[in-house]
């Protein structure tokens, strides 16, 4: 099966810094891979996602890559701010599979102002 | 918007104790899932539904069972309750050929 490894599993930058999380994958047919921000006391919610036919999209201060090749990809959070601060999980998945997602195992992001 | 509802947010059980997590959406998914959260872990898939009295083991189904008896339903159930599956449970749902999920706010259960 799938296997989604992310790094760092805790990341604390200054505020107005970037910030990049970088996972990998292992099967070679996934073909999407959402990215989703857990607040304290809440369950995780979608921010972004990309799918295999596309190698970066934006949505204001976030972006993800994807290199297919090298089975990895990432998230970048451009202008940090307070409110960024959250677990941030990264996954796969693949319609063959049923569309389970596989999680990495979180990156908990601090920003200090 | 979807909504996936879980009904306790906070539960603590005795260990041996059979314990029933309930989840409840309201977007008409056809897929239903549990997941539980330990830290350094990330999400751990329990079991899954695609439909109405369906059910498919994932990566970590010993100790648990599921029932979906209803389309909007998904109960967890932890037979045996033991102290190691003191965790957070994540309940999300999809639509059919979906792959976004939308998540509940989470159940925390504490086994003494």
């Known amino acids: 099966g799938e296997n989604v490894e992310q790094h760092p599993s805790t990341l604390s930058v200054q505020e107005g810094d970037s910030a990049v999380i970088k996972c990998t994958y292992s099967?070679?047919?996934?073909?999407?891979f959402p990215w989703y921000k857990q607040e304290l006391g809440k369950g995780p919610q979608l921010i972004i996602d990309?799918?295999?036919?596309?190698g970066e999209k934006k949505d204001q201060r976030i972006a993800v890559t994807l290199n297919k090749t090298a089975k990895h990809f990432s998230l970048h959070i451009t202008e940090t701010q307070p409110e960024d601060s959250a677990v941030y999980f990264c996954?796969?998945?693949?319609?063959?599979?049923?569309?389970?997602?596989?999680f990495g195992g979180g990156t908990r992001v601090l920003v200090k102002p | 918007d979807v909504k996936v509802t879980q009904s306790s947010r906070y539960l603590v059980k005795r260990t041996g104790e059979k314990v029933f997590l309930e989840c409840v959406q309201d977007m008409d998914h056809e897929n239903m899932f549990w997941y539980r959260q330990d830290p350094g872990l990330g999400l751990r898939l329990i079991y899954f539904s695609y439909d109405v009295k369906m059910k498919e083991k994932g990566d970590i189904p010993e100790g648990y069972s599921v029932s979906r008896e209803k389309k909007e339903r998904f109960s967890l159930i932890l037979e045996s309750a033991s102290t190691n599956q003191t965790s957070m449970y994540l309940c999300?749902?999809?639509?059919?050929?979906?792959?976004?999920?939308?998540f509940g706010s989470g159940t925390r259960l504490t086994v003494v």
């Open positions: 099967d070679s047919a996934s073909n999407y």
């Open positions: 996954a796969a998945s693949y319609k063959a599979a049923g569309n389970k997602l596989t």
């Open positions: 999300a749902s999809s639509p059919q050929g979906g792959q976004g999920y939308t």
């Open positions: 990309i799918r295999s036919n596309v």
